[in-house]
C-alpha cells in the first residue's frame, strides 16, 4: 500500500509544479478520502484511495509517502513517521 | 471434566464466531494464544469467591487467596520441573522476567570487559535489556550468527565466541519469527563449561512442549501466561535459587522487605525479593489453570500436534510460486513465516482478513534478525492446539488468491 501511493505520488505528477500551500491542501483532501471514504469533489485519480477508510489499520501505510513528501517540502529532516507510538 | 482433543475447539468460545462473513480461522497463537473455559472460570471462580489481598492477611478470603497464589505458584515450580517454588517468580510476563535477570543480576555481576554473548534471532525483549545493563555496566554485546533462511544457530564458531570473558548467554528456546527449534541443553551446557550463567527465553515454546529446567540446565528461564493459553499481565521468571538470594532487589515497595529502617532494609529472600507490592496473584491462579488444562492434553502431544500442522502449512506454502519461506525445513516449533517479493506482508495480511484468517504481518520485534536476512517483514502463520488442518488448507486457498490479486 505504501509502494503504490508512493508510486502514484511520484509518478502521477500529483505534486508537480505546485506551490506549497497547494500540495499541503492536497493532502488534506487525500487524508479526508482515506479517512472517510468521502469521494473528491473534482474528477481525480485521488478518489482511487476511497476504499482505504474500510481498513482504518492501513491509513498509516497510506500516507506514509505523503508524510515524506510533505516533510521535505518542510525541509523537515528527522525521518518521516506516520507512528505516535512504536509498535 | 478435563477437556479432550475430539472436542478441544468446544473449550474455546471465542473460536466460534464469524469474521469478515467466514468462520474465524485464528493463526496469530505466536502473539497470543486464545483462552480456554477452564481458564476463564478460574478467573472468574477467584474473583467471585476468594479475592483478597494475599500475604499477613488474617481473615478467612486473605487465607483462601493466598493459598491461591502460593498454590499457583506450586503448580508452575511442577510445570518446569524446578526444584523449589521459591525459584518461581511471578512477573508481568516474559520481558519483565528478562529486564529483571538483566537489571538484577547484570548490576551486580557485569563489569568493563565481561561479553553477554546473545543470537541473531533474538526477539528485541532478548536484546534491549541487555543493551540497557551492557550500558550502565561496560560490558558488550556479542550475536551467535543465523546460518541464513534456514534459520538454525551457526554454532560452527561457537567455541570462538564462548570465551571467558562470557559472562551470560542469553538465547531463545523457540524462534518466534523462524519456528527454530534451538538446542538448549547443549547451548546450556556449553556456556557452563566456560563459566557463563544462562538466560533462556521460553515465550515461544512454554505453551506447544514440555520444558524442564533440569534437563534444560538453565539458570534462568522466562515465559509468558498469555501465550500458554492463560491471561495476560501474569509470566514467570524460573531462577536457580542460590542465583537469585545473591541478586539485589529489582524494584523496591512492599512485600518485599524483611526489615525497614528509615535509612536501610532488608531484603526477604526469593520469590518476594523480587514481587515488590500488590502481586498479581488473580492472573496467577488463571495461569495455574492453564498449566493444568495442558497437562490434561500432554505436552508432548501438544508439541507433535502443532509441529504438524507447522510442518502441513510450511510443505503447501512452498509449492506457491514466488514464495520465500524462511526457518527450519525440518523440525520445526508451531510456525511458519514467508514474504511474497513484491507484495508487502501487511497487504497479505489484511487479504486474509478479508477471508477471516488471523495471521501477523511484520518484523514481529526482531528488526536485526530481518535486517540479517534481508527482509523488511513477513507474513506469520502460527498454530494452537485447537487448530486444523482445514485451516491450513484455508490459509494456503487465501494466500493463492491474494497473490493471483497482485500478480506476483
Redesign the interface.
Known amino acids: ?3 503504490f501511493t508512493g508510486q502514484r505520488l511520484a509518478d502521477d505528477h500529483q505534486l508537480k509544479g505546485k506551490t506549497a500551500a497547494e500540495a499541503e491542501k492536497l493532502y488534506k483532501e487525500f487524508h479526508e478520502i482515506v479517512t472517510t471514504g468521502k469521494e473528491p469533489e473534482e474528477i481525480s485519480d485521488l478518489g482511487a484511495f476511497a476504499g482505504v477508510h474500510a ?1 482504518p ?2 491509513i498509516k ?1 497510506a500516507t506514509l509517502s505523503w508524510h515524506a513528501a510533505l516533510n521535505a517540502l518542510r525541509g523537515d529532516v528527522a525521518p518521516a513517521t506516520t507512528e505516535s507510538h512504536t ?1 | 471434566m478435563p477437556p479432550t482433543w475430539a472436542r478441544i475447539r468446544e473449550q474455546f468460545p471465542i473460536l466460534d464466531q464469524q469474521v469478515n462473513g467466514h468462520p474465524l480461522v485464528y493463526l496469530d497463537n505466536a502473539a497470543t494464544t486464545q483462552k480456554p473455559n477452564s481458564v476463564i472460570a478460574a478467573l472468574d471462580r477467584f474473583y467471585a469467591r476468594d479475592n483478597s489481598n494475599v500475604h499477613r492477611g488474617l481473615h478467612a478470603l486473605s487465607m483462601r487467596a493466598t493459598d491461591d497464589y502460593e498454590g499457583a505458584r506450586a503448580r508452575v515450580r511442577a510445570f518446569v520441573n524446578a526444584e523449589a517454588s521459591e525459584e518461581i517468580v511471578f512477573t508481568r510476563g516474559t520481558t519483565e522476567s528478562i529486564n529483571l535477570v538483566a537489571a538484577s543480576w547484570g548490576s551486580a555481576n557485569l563489569k568493563k570487559g565481561d561479553v553477554i554473548l546473545l543470537t541473531e534471532m533474538e526477539h528485541h525483549s532478548n536484546i534491549v535489556p541487555w543493551q540497557l545493563i551492557a550500558k550502565k555496566t561496560g560490558a558488550t554485546l556479542r550475536y551467535v550468527p543465523v546460518t541464513g533462511d534456514d534459520g538454525l544457530l551457526d554454532l560452527s564458531g561457537l567455541d570462538r565466541l564462548l570465551t571467558p570473558e562470557v559472562k551470560v548467554f542469553a538465547f531463545t528456546h523457540v524462534s518466534n519469527t523462524l519456528g527454530t527449534i534451538n538446542p538448549a541443553a547443549e547451548l546450556c551446557a556449553r556456556a557452563r563449561s566456560v563459566g557463563a550463567i544462562t538466560v533462556v527465553d521460553a515465550a515461544q515454546s512454554i505453551g506447544h512442549m514440555a520444558v524442564d529446567v533440569k534437563a534444560m540446565g538453565c539458570d534462568f528461564l522466562a515465559f509468558s501466561g498469555h501465550k500458554m493459553a492463560s491471561v495476560t499481565g501474569i509470566g514467570v521468571l524460573y531462577g536457580r535459587r542460590s542465583l537469585l538470594d545473591s541478586m539485589p532487589p529489582y524494584q523496591g515497595g512492599g512485600g518485599m522487605i524483611s526489615v525497614v529502617d528509615f535509612y536501610e532494609s532488608r531484603w526477604k529472600p526469593s520469590p518476594e525479593r523480587f514481587e515488590a507490592g500488590t502481586p498479581n496473584f488473580g492472573d496467577a491462579v488463571a495461569l495455574g489453570a492453564s498449566c493444568d488444562f495442558l497437562d490434561s492434553l500432554g505436552r508432548e502431544e501438544i508439541r507433535l500436534h502443532d509441529g504438524a500442522l507447522a510442518k502441513e502449512a510450511h510443505d503447501k506454502l512452498a509449492e506457491i510460486p514466488g514464495i520465500r519461506i524462511i526457518g527450519p525445513k525440518g523440525e520445526r516449533g508451531g510456525l511458519v513465516s514467508f514474504a511474497f517479493s513484491g507484495v ?1 506482508a ?2 497479505v495480511v ?1 487479504f486474509a482478513d478479508e477471508d477471516g484468517i488471523a495471521l501477523r504481518g ?1 518484523h514481529h520485534c526482531n528488526q536485526p534478525l530481518m535486517k540479517r536476512l534481508g527482509l523488511t517483514s513477513t507474513v506469520r502463520a502460527s498454530f494452537y492446539v485447537y487448530n486444523e488442518s482445514r485451516e491450513v488448507d484455508a490459509l494456503v486457498a487465501s494466500m493463492r488468491r491474494t497473490i493471483k490479486f497482485f500478480g506476483a
Open positions: 500500500m505504501c509502494h481498513f489499520a492501513r501505510c509498535d | 508487502h501487511h497487504d489484511t511484520g
